[in-house]
């Protein structure tokens, strides 16, 4: 069974940063891994795709300020958040998209 695990979120003061790690654990490499997120009282919305080839794919307002990765070894993909605003306080999501497998989140807060 395949299983997704977020983990990094926390506190954070505007402009600060943060790293947010996905672990898949039970498959084999996936091919395509999402990040996700969801604030408070909206849709859960796409923000950022990364190929098994490595291939980054961003929404508009995070691009330029998020950065995906991963490492196919450990399976694992990162979402590395620069200049973080106040609007990017979400409960952030991944999915290994071969599975539609998704983790249960880890909170970001960004607050002064």
């Known amino acids: 069974q395949v299983q997704v695990e977020e983990s990094g979120g926390g506190l954070v003061q505007p402009g600060g940063s943060l790293k947010l790690s996905c672990t898949v654990s039970?498959?084999?490499?996936?091919?395509?891994m999402e990040w996700y997120r969801q604030a408070p009282g909206k849709q859960r919305e796409f923000i950022a795709q990364i190929t098994y080839g490595g291939k980054p794919t961003y929404e508009t307002a995070v691009e330029g300020r998020f950065t995906i990765s991963r490492d196919k070894g450990t399976n694992t993909a990162y979402l590395q958040m620069n200049n973080l605003k106040s609007a990017d306080t979400a409960v952030y999501y991944c999915?290994?998209?071969?599975?539609?497998?998704w983790g249960q989140g880890t909170q970001v807060t960004v607050s002064s």
């Open positions: 999915k290994a998209v071969a599975w539609n497998s």
């Open positions: 039970g498959s084999i490499s996936p091919s395509i």
